[in-house]
């Protein structure tokens, strides 16, 4: 029996191959349908197959710019029914976007109705709106009726569709793309069609496009042109690599102005904001700056934007820069933003390729040679079929008797008037003399003319028409012979086409949107520097309720605290100042004085204020003092030595420096005064041990202080040995003990028992 897959007793549904190979060949075609008719655009005429087909069924709708509008559901819905067999949503979502100024430099489509803002808003329902072409989408499909392009059958071949369109002017840069296929992706900004017709015209005068030089062109083409406007701070030679290879990235601001409001007052006033930036999410991120004190110098944000761009800025102090404001927005907020270059595209409606300025301007031209030639052989044989048809009408006139004779007395008019001899002389009867040159149709008619003649209307019978197809075969023939001319000579045709697109740049050139400038960074001012110094005192209570009091108060004077609590923080400050906290979770977090609480209440909890967990406690708390270093250590005895500068974070989050896990928590965090460290046990014991035997870190779980058999570190500080170490006893008084030999020893010892009269709460302090 044979196991072959043509044996008619087994069926091809049955048949086993390997699932690696079955899901290989699967996939591959979907990655391939993915790259083909969705994701990439064709370089000829920038577009992918949805919005090709979209403009397509508008064309067939007559839709023109001049024209009225018609539902958007209705363009919708025939192009699902008849071409794009896919979600009617997603169709609708691609030809809107075509209709937005802001996502698209030259818009495709006239829309009437909420086509969606730059708020981000989305359209209205497709039976809400209503849509025609623009004159750009018109001179994408020009000659489409002149066999300028290929057509394919579409998806079930009850109707045909275009394969490309012959696209006047270069669409892919003009208006950008985007797209993610499989493995691979597209990203092309938009770009001022006067600088690309100026390249194409530079392409065409060149003729042999192969000779210029990438730098020339981008001398046309200088970098992208953005609906939104904004100013393209990428360098020069960057920009220039990215089209020379075809990926890169343009580093796009916000263009913004300074309004005198007198009085030494100002506000910033942001006019143009990055492409594809949404306006209401690019506020809500500036404010949220402005509560997380990432900005602290930004006071306020207002929206004014009415069809135009306005977004107002506040700064907190008028004695900052306006360039220090924006240069930090710049760095936290969607003000500067980067737009990434991959020119992915079908370079022939087939093959994938990531491709240069260069690449891409030479394949729209070759396309545009070929549509010229296409349209011209149309015409040609257009030209041709009349002049067979005049031929025609010229014989008949000449002959006019022995063919109205024929037509009247024959039984087949037709097939005698094919079969007559025409180079004989018959006599003429609309004529009173002869023409002395010969008709042009000697010898017998075709069956083309022969029809014309019959279909010709008796009240044509006059000499004055007559007169009118000499004329008119005189006039076909001279064109005829200036095609035939363009046909066969390559200058002319890039004449031709340098002539086409300089009417495209009068048509549709406008100036750039988008300008060039030099990122210059600036240095970001000290907080310090914008702040007015004035005394203030920090009040900090036991469960962690945190203001700033105007003025340095008596430390000793009773305040007002929340039922049940008490305070535990109480020191003097600046407004300059910044504030260290230092939490059990083993994180470091920064507080600005000058953005503390009022002193009038009860305060703000600290845990709002910064992301102090809540199962986290405050171990310490105390102004920031640089260049210093800070001693910490964890209940389980570990610690190391940090400077200062390393631990001041930026962010509500802090900065974590000392690790720990379990059980174990942060325990102390003690300011370097001296030579030597004293450490007590929860077990009594206290070790003494030079500070040069700890290792200085930015962050770890760090070292063991002192040993312990059962329990943990209860207290630890610094001390100079030849001042002697000092702790309150129990009656409050201060005990110095500078005989400390029988405590000394190597970090990591076990020590011995505290001296007498040591704190029962094992504690220094």
Same mark, same amino acid.
């Given at each position: ?5 043509? %044996?008619?007793? *087994? ?11 079955? !899901? ?66 997603? *169709? ?20 009437? =109705? ?16 209503? &849509? ?6 018109? &001179?994408?499909? #020009? ?12 998806? +079930? =071949? ?33 770009? @001022? ?20 030089? +990438? ?52 506000? !910033? ?6 492409? #594809?930036?949404?306006?209401?999410? /690019? ?17 306020? !944000?207002? +929206? ?6 306005? !977004? ?16 930090? /927005? ?56 009349? /002049? ?8 008949? $006139? ?8 024929? *037509?009247?007395? %024959? ?37 083309? #003319?022969?029809?014309? *003649? ?34 066969? @000579? ?41 702040? %007015? ?30 039922? =049940? ?29 000058? @953005?503390?609480?009022?002193?009038? =209440? ?19 708390? $105390? ?21 200062? %500068? ?24 003690? &300011? ?5 460290? &004293? ?48 702790? /309150? ?37």
């Amino acid at each position: 029996m044979s196991d072959s897959p043509d %044996d008619p007793k *087994i069926e091809p549904r049955n048949l086993a191959e390997p699932l690696r190979r079955a !899901i290989g060949d699967r996939y591959l075609t979907y990655a391939l349908s993915t790259i083909m008719h969705r994701a990439l655009p064709d370089v000829r005429d920038g577009l992918k197959p949805v919005h090709r087909r979209i403009l397509y069924v508008m064309s067939r709708l007559r839709l023109s710019p001049t024209g009225g509008f018609l539902k958007s559901a209705k363009i919708s819905g025939d192009t699902m029914g008849d071409f794009h067999p896919h979600g009617d949503s997603a *169709i609708y979502d691609a030809m809107a976007r075509l209709a937005q100024d802001f996502n698209v430099r030259y818009p495709l489509v006239d829309g009437q =109705g909420n086509f969606g803002n730059i708020d981000g808003d989305n359209p209205a329902a497709s039976r809400y709106t209503e &849509a025609r072409m623009t004159v750009a989408a018109e &001179a994408l499909l #020009q000659g489409l009726d002149e066999n300028a392009v290929d057509f394919r059958d579409n998806y +079930d =071949g009850r109707l045909e569709e275009p394969i490309v369109l012959p696209a006047a002017f270069p669409n892919l840069l003009a208006n950008g793309s985007s797209g993610i296929a499989v493995g691979m992706a597209t990203n092309i900004p938009p770009h @001022n069609i006067t600088e690309l017709c100026d390249a194409c015209i530079h392409l065409a005068k060149a003729e042999n496009s192969e000779r210029v030089r +990438d730098d020339t062109l981008i001398e046309f083409v200088k970098g992208p042109d953005f609906p939104t406007g904004g100013t393209i701070v990428e360098p020069a030679d960057a920009i220039a690599e990215a089209y020379r290879t075809g990926r890169g990235g343009f580093r796009v601001r916000a263009k913004w102005e300074v309004e005198d409001l007198g009085r030494g007052q100002w506000q !910033i006033v942001v006019t143009e904001i990055p492409y #594809q930036v949404q306006k209401s999410r /690019l506020i809500e991120k500036i404010a949220e700056t402005i509560q997380t004190k990432k900005v602290p110098i930004l006071g306020d !944000i207002r +929206d004014e934007s009415a069809e135009d761009i306005r !977004i107002v800025l506040e700064p907190r102090s008028r004695n900052v820069e306006p360039e220090v404001l924006m240069n930090m /927005l710049y760095r936290n907020s969607d003000l500067e933003s980067r737009f990434s270059l991959n020119m992915n595209v079908l370079i022939d409606g087939v093959t994938p390729k990531v491709a240069s300025l260069k690449e891409v301007l030479r394949a729209f031209m070759a396309h545009r040679q070929d549509v010229l030639l296409r349209r011209s052989q149309f015409r040609l044989d257009k030209i041709d079929h009349r /002049l067979e048809v005049l031929e025609g009408f010229i014989t008949a $006139f000449l002959n006019l008797d022995r063919v109205i004779d024929i *037509i009247r007395y %024959d039984d087949e008019p037709k097939a005698a008037l094919m079969r007559e001899d025409w180079s004989k002389d018959h006599k003429r009867a609309s004529s009173e003399k002869d023409y002395k040159t010969p008709a042009p149709g000697e010898g017998e008619l075709s069956e083309v #003319q022969v029809d014309a *003649i019959l279909n010709m209307r008796l009240r044509s019978l006059r000499r004055l028409e007559e007169l009118e197809l000499r004329n008119e075969f005189d006039e076909l023939t001279k064109e005829r012979a200036d095609l035939e001319d363009l046909l066969e @000579n390559d200058s002319r045709q890039w004449k031709t086409i340098a002539d086409q697109l300089r009417d495209v740049k009068k048509t549709f050139g406008d100036a750039r949107r988008s300008d060039f400038a030099e990122a210059v960074e600036i240095e970001d001012v000290p907080l310090e520097a914008m702040i %007015d110094r004035e005394p203030i005192t920090v009040v900090c209570s036991k469960m962690g309720w945190i203001r700033g009091m105007t003025g340095h108060i008596d430390l000793t004077r009773e305040l007002k605290f929340k039922d =049940g609590d008490a305070p535990r923080f109480t020191f003097h400050a600046e407004t300059t100042d910044r504030l260290l906290v230092f939490g059990s979770n083993g994180r470091f977090y920064t507080l600005s004085a000058s @953005n503390l609480p009022g002193g009038r =209440g009860m305060g703000e909890p600290l845990r709002l204020i910064v992301d102090l967990p809540n199962e986290a406690e405050i171990v310490a708390l $105390f102004i920031h003092r640089p260049g210093e270093k800070l001693l910490v250590a964890s209940s389980a005895g570990d610690g190391f030595v940090v400077a200062e %500068d390393e631990i001041v974070a930026q962010t509500r989050a802090g900065k974590q420096a000392l690790n720990v896990k379990g059980d174990v928590r942060a325990l102390a965090c003690r &300011a370097i005064d001296g030579d030597h460290v &004293a450490t007590i046990g929860q077990n009594r014991k206290m070790l003494v041990f030079p500070l040069a035997e700890l290792p200085e870190m930015s962050r770890g779980k760090g070292v063991r202080l002192q040993k312990f058999k059962d329990g943990g570190l209860s207290d630890v500080r610094t001390f100079q040995m030849a001042d002697g170490l000092t702790w /309150l006893d129990p009656a409050g008084r201060t005990r110095t003990v500078t005989e400390l030999e029988e405590w000394q020893g190597a970090r990591a010892a076990a020590g011995r028992m505290a001296p007498r009269g040591f704190p029962q709460d094992n504690t220094f302090t």
